[in-house]
């Protein structure tokens, strides 16, 4: 049996009774709800899972999740894509550096601020490192969440790629970063080996913790709250209803960073100005 699911405004997507059941099973068992993932992306990745590990079905797929933790490892790994970088998109980092942090600082002494689905910490070091550059010396508060517990271990030991710091300049990367033994030899390195690590001066600046956005509660009074590159797997109603409560979730005069590929259309509606592309700030 097959059921059409009205899922994004664009998207039709004929569902069976087993993936009906399986995504009803993954929501009692761990508070995800998959329903509010883009539907046929979602189902085409987990797809590719039922036929990696040789399983007819998805019901015969979520036993096998219950009975073996390292499938459940993989099938959280794939639900959850980690890709990041420090730096991600610099010109919008210089952006936030240029014309958004300065009034905020000069309005407030300590940020508190909010890297939402940060994956393995790229992005609330590159707060970090941020705010250490622009205004040192003071206490900000830098949290930093994902739904994947897996991921936020590694996130804690702060150790990337080349790859991961190929935005930051020789001096950049000597002051706020440790290189690794593996990273000195050029030899047997590739870009999946960890070259280096933030310091520790810079690591203890943020607070790592596990926190679903799709079901969550959120705290409040952030001044600035990066959300990128996370919300492009979500349904049209996921993000509206997120928007809306990220917008509750920051001070009067707070600002949304988003991903390149994730502006907001209706920003004016949820009561956000947009002072720059991607960037929305709630009235002071
Ligand atoms: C592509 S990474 C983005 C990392 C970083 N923000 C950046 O822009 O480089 C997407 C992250 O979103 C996380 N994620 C996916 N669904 C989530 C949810 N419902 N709540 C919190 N985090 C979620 C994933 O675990 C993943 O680490």
């Known amino acids: 049996m097959s059921v059409a699911v009205e899922t994004n405004r664009q998207e039709r997507f004929q569902e069976t009774a087993d993936y009906a059941q399986f995504k009803a ?14 539907q046929q992306q979602m189902h085409r ?37 980690n890709v990041s970088e420090l730096f991600r998109n610099p010109e919008k980092w210089e952006e936030l550096r240029r014309h958004i942090l300065p009034g905020m600082l ?15 910490g790229a992005e609330p070091y590159t707060l970090a490192i941020l705010l250490d550059q622009v205004a040192p010396n003071r206490s900000h508060v830098i949290h ?18 080349r790859a991961d710091v190929k935005n930051l300049d020789a001096a950049t990367l000597e002051r706020y970063f440790v290189p690794l033994e593996t990273g000195r030899s050029t030899a047997s390195l590739t870009d999946v080996a960890p070259a280096y690590q933030i310091k520790s001066e810079i690591r203890d600046r943020v607070t790592f913790r596990a926190h679903n956005l799709l079901a969550d509660p959120f705290e ?10 996370v919300v492009i797997y979500f349904t049209d109603a996921a993000k509206e209803k997120l ?6 979730a920051l001070a009067p005069g707070g600002v949304l960073f988003v991903g390149g590929t994730e502006r907001i259309f209706q920003y004016q509606e949820i009561g956000f100005t947009s002072p720059l592309p991607f960037f929305y700030q709630r009235k002071a």
């Open 144 to 161: 930093a969440t994902d739904l994947d517990r897996n991921i936020l271990a590694k996130a804690k030991e702060g150790k990337f790629t």
């Open 25 to 38: 099973r993954i929501l009692a068992r761990t508070g995800i709800d998959l329903n509010l993932y883009k």
């Open 106 to 120: 000069a309005r407030k002494r300590n940020l508190k601020v909010w890297s939402a689905g940060c994956s393995y």
């Open 243 to 248: 928007y809306v409560q990220f917008y509750r």
């Open 45 to 81: 990745r987990l797809l590719g899972l039922l036929e990696r590990a040789r399983v007819p079905d998805f019901t015969a797929y979520y036993q096998l999740l219950e009975r073996d933790p390292r499938e459940y490892a993989i099938f959280l790994d794939r639900l959850t894509i």
């Open 220 to 229: 409040s009074d952030y001044d600035l709250i990066c959300c990128r590159n």
